[in-house]
């Protein structure tokens, strides 16, 4: 038997916090620093809390002012980006950008915890499209602590982003996970356990020990006369439901009340 049904509406309040994005601007040249205040001062969400010169002003700063977001550079004599992250510890900004004219330390930025990399010079629609990712991030934190809206994948000297409602399912592999999204897959070193606690639960659902899938992406689940069941996915795949996680999908699917096979 094969039920059918209506894929759970995603649509999730965007609105932004009436308080304002509390941002700091890090970087030791005046007219970098010029530059992004300029920017900065166009978005009505955005306050400016101060502008430093050094990591070392910085690090002050930050403990001081506690901003949400902080645009920072790499490279600064005596103290650098990195330096201030580590010496912050958990005390760093929810949103971290990196603005640097070196595009070797990118990997680096994002395994520190940088929700974007600015590589100098960079025109308006690159910066436009940081802050957007800034604040989007910040707004998930506010809805829903410590759920961000993407997952960072760093394969072969590349980093993407991956939006969480992109991915179709989640297959493990060994000691990696596997983001299928559409006809391609990503590989990623990150337990199944570890994404679970990231995904959103009520779009993300674990089907198997092995297996997470999308929600929004289920055509249906089909029941044989033994009793097993299988996940459709709108992609054609079908995937095992195992026993522990069956009950789980069904009230999630609200299926409660399906009729017994």
Avoid at 78 to 85: K, Q, R
Avoid at 134 to 162: M, T, W, Y
Wanted: net charge neutral.
């Amino acid at each position: 038997m094969e039920w059918k049904f209506q894929s759970p509406c995603p649509c999730r309040s965007s609105r932004l916090s009436a308080a304002k994005i509390r941002t700091l601007i890090v970087d030791d040249e005046p007219l970098a620093r010029s530059n992004l205040l300029v920017l900065l001062s166009r978005d009505p969400e955005i306050e400016i809390v101060g502008q430093c010169s050094s990591g070392i002003e910085a690090l002050d700063e930050i403990r001081k002012s506690k901003p949400d977001l902080i645009f920072l550079d790499v490279q600064m004599p005596e103290c650098d980006g990195f330096d201030v992250l580590e010496q912050l510890g958990e005390d760093q900004p929810r949103a971290i950008v990196f603005v640097t004219a070196y595009d070797q330390y990118a990997l680096r930025a994002f395994e520190a915890g940088a929700l974007d990399y600015l590589l100098k010079p960079f025109d308006n629609t690159r910066f436009d499209r940081a802050l957007k990712r800034a604040k989007q991030n910040l707004q998930g934190d506010r809805v829903s602590p410590h759920k961000s809206e993407c997952i960072i994948v760093k394969s072969a000297g590349h980093v993407l982003f991956l939006k969480h409602a992109e991915i179709d399912w989640i297959e493990a592999a060994d000691y990696y996970s596997c983001l299928h999204v559409g006809a391609k897959a990503h590989l990623m070193r990150r337990s199944m356990a570890e994404l679970e606690n990231e995904l959103d639960p009520s779009i993300f659902c674990r089907v198997h020990r092995s297996a997470i899938v999308n929600l929004n992406r289920v055509r249906g689940l089909q029941t044989g006369p033994e009793g097993e069941s299988e996940v459709l996915l709108q992609t054609g795949e079908r995937l095992r439901v195992s026993r522990r996680y069956r009950a789980q999908l069904q009230e999630r699917m609200g299926l409660r009340s399906a009729p017994a096979v």
